[in-house]
């Protein structure tokens, strides 16, 4: 028998504002940052996850984590109900008050469910993405926090896909090892990049592989229409540009922002505004359905906000997306992500998870790769967003080749970090922060010559 003894703690940060990595229209100075989880047992290996910021509050989201801490210590892995885990997390009621499966204590959970699977997963031998692709239809079903979906989705509808998807594991597996999950690079759009910056990754990303990039859009339209103008004049007709606005609009402005686009032929319009706002996401979609060249629609895709499967539920029954962006650290972690993989399913949707920040590449690839083995079968319009930011300070960094993750081998979520990037990174004490002069609660002034 195998016992966690003890959850550590660690508020990494990484000062990515002082190049503007990450920058966009509603986030100009973001540090990206991790409230960072180790599940220590008493035989190893030990359990590694965290949940991603942007800086100023991964302190708080730290503290949400030690107070869920209590219902891990003592936990065996190798006995553990993984959907009883995750729901003994999400449910209980005193720590729900503070806010139903959304928000700083969801956040919190996920951390720890993602450090379980990670946990178990190394004990079991396997990456997760090939730990959840070995389960039977039963088993995945069983992880899932029925409450609140079945009006959308039932565990019987649930288990009909997932058996019709049984067949062609084998063969998709091995199509994954050989090519990899197609990708798409947001490296190149960041707010705060000149012209020539903006020019020059756009055309290396078509030269690695990629067919699609994405711009950060929302803060100036004239800025907008030219940068637009700037990356199709840099890659051509032929690869698809989507265009991010980070929740900066109504639906009104959306609409004639994207009108205004429309000449340059955007792929999509993601997160146009808030992310609970799914009427609002329906009335921009339906505005949008014929306004690129030629009558084709701009779509509108949204997720990676979306702070739990309800609010997915909803955007997929209102017919308010035409692409499900989850995020392998917001909502539940992993079990409530495979819940949203089911639901986009059941209703045709392709998912193009969010990525970058500090280790989402290194997650969600592997809830990506299990969809297209077990649950969706294919990656027809399904692309996974890939940011070449901070890798290096992970055991297991995610790899691209011409344009397509390659699948992780190594056991666990891809999730430990570098024990010198933890020590360098930790805020506000590690040698990366010393050097820089605070001048907010959690911020800094952007003077240091350290490259990150």
């Known amino acids: 028998m195998a016992v966690i003894v003890a959850v550590d703690t660690f508020d990494v940060r990484f000062p990515t504002s002082r190049e503007l990595d990450g920058s966009d229209a509603m986030n100009p100075d973001p540090d990206y940052s991790a409230a960072y989880v180790v599940l220590r047992t008493d035989d190893g290996p030990d359990g590694h996850g965290f949940t991603f910021t942007i800086g100023r509050g991964n302190d708080i989201c730290r503290v949400a984590i030690e107070a869920l801490a209590p219902f891990v210590v003592g936990v065996d892995p ?3 109900d993984l959907g009883a885990f995750a729901r003994t997390l999400t449910h ?11 928000g700083l204590v969801h956040l919190a959970a996920a951390a720890l469910i993602n450090a379980m699977w990670d946990l178990v997963a190394k004990r079991a031998g396997k990456p997760v993405w090939r730990y959840l692709a070995d389960l039977t239809p039963e088993q995945i079903v069983d992880l899932v926090d029925w409450r609140y979906l079945t009006d959308a989705l039932t565990p019987e509808e649930a288990l009909r896909i997932l058996r019709a998807a049984e067949p062609g594991r084998a063969g998709r597996i091995a199509t994954l090892l050989a090519r990899g999950y197609p990708a798409y690079t947001t490296s190149p759009g960041w707010l705060g990049y000149d012209d020539e910056k903006l020019a020059r990754l756009a055309k290396q990303a078509v030269a690695d592989g990629f067919t699609q990039i994405k711009l ?6 004239s800025d907008d229409v030219h940068r637009f103008r700037t990356a199709r004049e840099a890659v051509g007709p032929g690869v698809r540009i989507a ?30 505004t808030s992310p609970d706002d799914v009427l609002a996401h329906a009335a921009i979609r339906a505005a949008l359905a014929t306004a690129a060249p030629e009558g084709r629609p701009i779509r509108v895709a949204t997720g990676e906000h979306v702070q739990n499967r309800i609010v997915f539920k909803q955007l997929l029954q209102a017919g308010a997306v035409d692409f499900v962006q989850i995020d392998a650290c917001r909502v539940g972690g992993v079990n409530e992500n495979v819940a949203i993989l089911l639901l986009a399913a059941k209703y045709g949707v392709p998912v193009c998870p969010h990525a970058g920040g500090v280790g989402l590449c290194e997650l969600v690839q592997h809830l990506s790769m299990f969809d297209f083995v077990a649950v969706s079968g294919t990656t027809e319009n399904r692309v996974l967003e890939f940011v070449d930011h901070l890798h290096e300070h992970f055991l297991a960094p ?3 080749r011409n344009g397509h993750y390659v699948a992780p081998a190594q056991p666990g979520f891809s999730a430990e970090m570098r024990q010198d990037s933890i020590a360098t990174y930790s805020y506000p004490d590690g040698p990366a922060w010393a050097s820089l002069t605070p001048t907010a609660p959690g911020g800094c002034e952007r003077e240091s010559t350290l490259d990150v």
């Open 92 to 102: 209980d009621s005193q720590l729900r008050w503070l806010g139903p499966e959304k």
């Open 216 to 221: 950060k859009v929302g803060a100036d339209l």
């Open 78 to 80: 190798d006995a553990i």
């Open 243 to 272: 265009v991010d606005a980070n929740q900066r609009w109504d639906v009104d402005v959306a609409v004639e922002w994207m009108t205004a686009l429309a000449p340059y032929d955007p792929w999509w319009i993601e997160e146009p």
């Open 398 to 400: 995610a790899i691209v």
